[in-house]
Structure formats: structure tokens, C-alpha cells
């Protein structure tokens, strides 16, 4: 286990290009020599997050793994998660936001009061995924991520190291920035990866129920999140800039 793992900015750059171009498994094996046990795969179970999931532990069969319950997920999110306990044995790490919190938005605001503004939208958000992610987070040095460029025009300049500037400076690690959805599946299709079916039924992005919806072929991928909304506004708090990107 690395003892200091606090890295300047300097470092974070000079890993951010180091790491540019290379392929998963080469970002993710020097994340977990450098890192565990005081790093972790987010995961909201979506295609990404279960091909780094299955790389990384083929690794080390002991990589954390945390997501987000909000409480507001599909049915076939929450048996992904059981697939990864009887596949991997992992016991996927569950956050959950505040429940007194979560009632008196639900009795104050009703339920669905995200559709009614970004600022509504943004404070269940807050309520549901960026406080437990604070929670998650605390304790880590590092954190991996799904995230791809090709996703949202939010998303465009990801660097496969970063400063989370958010989250007091440690280390954000994408290791799937520059691959395609076709990667994802090519990966997931040959090492038989268990994967979230809505994916079949037209979801490329999933999130909570109510703010995902399915996309036409011709669609953009993040057009199912939050679709009420313009595109520049479809984050939901948890990826914020950060530093180190390139
Ligand atoms: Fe709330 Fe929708 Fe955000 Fe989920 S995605 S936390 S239901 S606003």
C-alpha cells in the first residue's frame, strides 16, 4: 500500500500525458499499484464501468467497487449489481443519500420535481448523488471512472488522469476516455461481461428511471438523460471539470 499519495499538480500532468493513448489495462494496473485499497470503480452500472470492473479484477480479484442507490433506479440496475456479487464476488459498496433529507424534498417538492427546472433537477442531484458521492469518495486517495469523450460535449477534454478538484484534490482515473461504444461492446461481448439490459432496449446511458429514457438510432447517445433539458446543462454534479485534463 503507497503510503503518500497526494500528487501535485505538476505530477498530475505529467501523468496525464504519460497516460494519453494508452490502453485500459495499462492506466488501470498502474491505478491499483499505485492506489488500492484506497481507490475505487464508481459505478452506476452502465457498459463502461462493467468492462473496467471486469479488467480490473481479473488483476486483483479484491477491487472496491461503489454506486450511487438514489433510490430512483431501474429494476434491471439492481440486478446487475447482484450479477456482480455472484460473478465477481464483490460486494458493491451502496450509498445512499439522506433519508430525513429525501423526505422532506419528496413532501415539500413532490416527486418529480426535477422536471419543473435545471435548479430543481440539480438540487435531487445534489440530494441524491453528489452528497453520497462525498461520502464515497471520503477515505480515498483516487477514484475510477466510465467516463468516455465521445459521450456529451461535456465530456470532450476528460484526461485519463485528473485532479478532482471537487473532491479535495485526489486522484480522478479514466481509463476509457478515447475508446468508442464499439470497444465497449467488442470487450463486453468477449469475456462475457454481465451487463445492464435496458443497454438492449435502445439505453446507451442510464441513470435514474425517471430522467432516462431509451434513444432513437439516429440519436445523440446522452439524448435519453434528462431530455427536457439542452445539452450543455446534462451533468448532474458528480464529474465536474478538473484539473490534470487534457
Ligand atoms: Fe433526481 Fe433525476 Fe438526478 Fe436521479 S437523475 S438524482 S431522480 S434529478
Not at 494508452?22 to 485499497?37: M, N, Q
Amino acid at each position: 500500500m503507497a503510503t503518500n499519495n497526494k500528487l501535485d499538480k505538476r505530477e498530475v500532468q505529467e501523468l496525464a500525458t504519460r497516460f494519453e493513448g494508452k490502453d485500459p489495462e495499462t492506466v488501470i494496473r498502474w491505478a491499483l499499484e499505485r492506489f488500492h485499497p484506497r481507490i475505487a470503480l464508481a459505478s452506476s452500472l452502465q457498459a463502461e464501468e462493467m468492462v473496467i470492473l471486469d479488467i480490473a479484477w481479473r488483476m486483483n480479484p479484491g477491487v472496491r467497487v461503489f454506486t450511487l442507490d438514489t433510490g430512483r433506479l431501474h429494476e434491471e440496475t439492481y440486478m446487475v449489481m447482484e450479477q456482480i456479487r455472484e460473478k465477481y464476488g464483490i460486494e458493491v459498496e451502496s450509498y445512499f443519500p439522506n433519508r430525513e433529507v429525501v423526505e422532506a424534498l419528496e413532501r415539500e417538492k413532490g416527486f418529480y420535481s426535477f422536471r419543473h427546472s435545471v435548479e430543481e433537477r440539480k438540487y435531487c442531484c445534489g440530494i441524491r448523488k453528489v452528497e453520497p458521492l462525498g461520502r464515497a469518495l471520503n477515505g480515498l486517495d483516487a477514484w475510477v471512472t466510465g467516463l468516455r469523450r465521445e459521450q456529451a460535449v461535456t465530456r470532450g477534454t476528460v484526461g485519463k488522469v485528473e485532479a478532482d478538484e471537487s473532491h479535495g484534490g485526489i486522484i480522478k482515473v479514466n481509463p476509457l476516455t478515447d475508446w468508442s461504444g464499439e470497444q465497449v461492446w467488442d470487450y463486453i461481448r468477449a469475456h462475457d461481461v454481465p451487463y445492464n439490459r435496458l443497454h438492449d432496449i435502445g439505453f446507451p446511458s442510464i441513470g435514474c428511471a425517471p430522467c432516462t429514457r431509451a434513444v432513437k438510432p439516429d440519436e445523440d447517445m446522452r439524448a435519453g438523460r434528462w431530455w427536457w433539458e439542452l445539452p450543455e446543462s446534462k451533468e448532474c454534479g458528480l464529474h465536474v471539470k478538473s484539473a490534470g485534463a487534457s
